[in-house]
């Protein structure tokens, strides 16, 4: 079977992946592929250092790069309750659907994506297991998590000016002489515009729509 450049993309993407992380591997079952291994790593954070290494199971979905992969801890020392998601909470929440694309586009690349955060979650759950708290900030669940994000991404205080920010990001569009959302009287253009703008690109319509959903009855 011939490769396709989608075949070539995810194993040079791998290969970069592997100079540092050397105990991964890429698979291919004919179902998609998917990275398994041990996955190590040393950070440090307000000076303690934290060096340990967890059982990864990623799988790359067939959009990829346009969609994220999803990572899963396989070594059943996760529990459930610590910031999973899906039927089985397996699926580790790295982040906010958004925040999550934020991050990946740092650096949009396999390694990227556990770089910037497999890693970073495998980190916070040692270093609340060493110290009983969390390192960097820690969002709820579901809703109030992602109104947690708008408000931090758009510097609010106030979810319902998050709400409706993202509520104008369900319906993509962007008009910059309207008022803005958050209450300040000002234009959107001369008020959120700018990050307005720049989170559109992270994700689609139907992504926002699907965070406005969680957060509208809240």
């Not at 060096?51 to 199971?57: H, W």
């Not at 690349?109 to 270093?127: A, E, M, R």
């Not at 993202?166 to 910059?176: E, N, P, Q, S, T």
Request: charged letters at 25%.
């Amino acid at each position: 079977m011939v490769d396709t450049e989608y075949d070539v993309h995810i194993r040079r993407q791998f290969q970069e992946l592997q100079t540092k992380h050397q105990y991964l591997e890429l698979h291919n079952n004919g179902q998609g592929y998917t990275i398994s291994g041990q996955l190590g790593f040393s950070s440090e954070y307000k000076g303690i250092r934290i060096q340990d290494g967890f059982s990864i199971f990623i799988k790359i979905p067939d959009e990829y790069p346009d969609g994220l992969p999803i990572a899963k801890e396989i070594g059943g020392r996760i529990p459930r309750d610590f910031h999973k998601s899906g039927q089985n909470r397996d699926i580790l929440c790295l982040a906010t659907p958004a925040d999550q694309w934020i991050k990946f586009n740092k650096c949009k690349s396999l390694l990227g994506f556990i770089d910037n955060l497999v890693v970073p979650y495998l980190f916070s759950f040692c270093f609340k297991q060493k110290t009983g708290r969390m390192p960097f900030n820690e969002r709820r669940h579901g809703g109030l998590g992602i109104l947690e994000f708008y408000c931090e991404y758009f510097e609010l205080t106030d979810f319902e000016a998050a709400r409706k920010l993202l509520k104008l990001l369900a319906k993509g569009r962007y008009r910059r002489e309207k008022t803005c959302p958050c209450g300040s009287g000002r234009r959107l253009r001369s008020c959120h515009g700018a990050k307005f703008l720049e989170i559109m690109k992270m994700q689609t319509t139907d992504a926002f729509s699907n965070e406005y959903r969680q957060v509208q009855s809240l």
